[in-house]
């Protein structure tokens, strides 16, 4: 799929530190919204505190995964921020 409007960019960071410094360095480069797809699915612990982490670093994020439930879901989907 080529869209001018969407960019896919697959990374190998060995360690957990080194892969959040990279994304709190490169995020604010970048316009406009975006996903950003943690490790795992069984532990959606990681998504969340991806998000908080970035949200002490100035950077909007929210957490997206199987355990918000349908409501939480659907606020997320419609209330989706855009920069």
Known sequence: MV??????????ISSQAA?????????????GSGI???????DVRDADNLAAWLRQRGIEARAYHAGLGR??????????PTR
């Not at 409501?71 to 989706?80: D, K, L, P």
């Open 36 to 42: 950003v797809y943690t490790l795992t699915v069984r």
């Open 19 to 31: 892969r959040m410094a990279w994304l709190a360095g490169r995020i604010p480069e970048f316009k």
């Open 3 to 12: 869209r001018e409007s969407l960019r896919l960019e697959n990374l190998r």
């Open 71 to 80: 409501r939480g879901c659907s606020w997320r989907t419609c209330c989706w």
